[in-house]
């Protein structure tokens, strides 16, 4: 039961990034509001196709771990991904960066996004057996 929630949950997440980088591909001002980013010139082009390129791979990857059985692995990618940006983050508040709303939701998306991908892929790696292995057998019949 716990891993079809983790599942869906990975999945339903997985959906909205997808959403979230197809709208940047499309129009990559979807991204100036939701990030505070300006993109005049060929910043567009950058913004476009790097931010995207993180939210649609991210989003593979967890529609892989969730979906494809022995390719949890593919959870780590998102956890790798959104761990080293709000690494980012934290050392731009340490060196002075500004910090609005808008960062500070950022930072908690990302760490919940950290947390479900690492723990979904820490429970989904283990054989759905294993706690009933260690149990101890009843041989009184």
């Known amino acids: 039961m716990v891993n079809l929630v983790l599942r869906g949950a990975v999945l339903l997440w997985a959906v909205f ?3 979230l980088g ?7 001002t979807t ?6 980013i300006g993109i005049e010139g060929a910043a567009a082009n950058t913004v476009r196709a790097d931010l995207s390129a993180f939210f649609l791979v991210a989003a593979g990857g967890a529609a892989v771990g969730a979906l494809a059985p022995g390719w949890t692995r593919a959870l780590l990618v ?5 761990g080293t940006a709000l690494i980012g983050r934290l050392i731009g508040v340490g060196m ?7 960062i500070v939701q950022a930072m908690i998306i990302e760490a919940l ?22 149990a101890p057998i009843d041989t009184v019949h």
């Open 78 to 82: 998102p956890a790798a991904l959104y």
């Open 113 to 134: 996004s950290v947390a479900l991908m690492a723990g979904s892929w820490w429970v989904l790696s283990r054989p759905q057996g294993a706690a009933q292995a260690e």
């Open 17 to 19: 990034f997808t959403i």
């Open 31 to 36: 991204f100036v509001d939701t990030f505070g």
């Open 96 to 102: 002075g960066d500004i910090v609005n709303p808008g």
């Open 22 to 28: 197809i709208q940047g591909i499309l129009d990559p």
